[in-house]
C-alpha cells in the first residue's frame, strides 16, 4: 500500500508565498512522477507542476514564474514553492504519486489534498 500526504496550505495575502509538501511511503521501490493539481470551487481539477524522477518539471501557464516544483527523492518528497499568490491561486491543492510498488507494478495515488487560501 502507498500512502501521500500533503501539508503546508494555509491563508495568506495576495503576493504572499507558501510551500507545499508532500510525502509518498509505504510499499514504494521507485518514484515515477509527483505531480500538484488543484481544484477550485465549482472548478474541474487541473494540473499546476509536475516532476519526474529525472528532475523533469513541466508547470501550468498560470504556475509558470511564480511557482517552483522540487523533488526530494530519497525523502520521496515533492515540494511546491508559491510566490507572489494571487486571488485566483484559491483551491484544495492534491499531490498525486505515480510510483513503483515493491512488485513493480505502476500505481497512481492521490493524497486528500490541502487546502490554501488567498485573502485579504
Known amino acids: 500500500q502507498v500512502h501521500v500526504v500533503e501539508s503546508g496550505g494555509g491563508l495568506v495575502r495576495p503576493g504572499g508565498s507558501l510551500r507545499l509538501s508532500c510525502v509518498a511511503s509505504g510499499s514504494i521501490s521507485s518514484i515515477d512522477v509527483m505531480a500538484w493539481h488543484r481544484q477550485a470551487p465549482g472548478k474541474q481539477r487541473e494540473l499546476v507542476a509536475g516532476i519526474s524522477s529525472g528532475g523533469t518539471t513541466n508547470y501550468a501557464d498560470s504556475a509558470k514564474g511564480r511557482f517552483t516544483i522540487s523533488m526530494d527523492n530519497a525523502k520521496n518528497t515533492v515540494y511546491l514553492q508559491m510566490n507572489s499568490l494571487k486571488l485566483e491561486d484559491t483551491a484544495v491543492y492534491y499531490c498525486?504519486?505515480?510510483?513503483?510498488?515493491?512488485?513493480?507494478?505502476?500505481?497512481?495515488?492521490w493524497g486528500q489534498g490541502t487546502q490554501v487560501t488567498v485573502s485579504s
Open positions: 498525486n504519486s505515480i510510483v513503483y510498488d515493491v512488485l513493480w507494478r505502476r500505481g497512481d495515488y
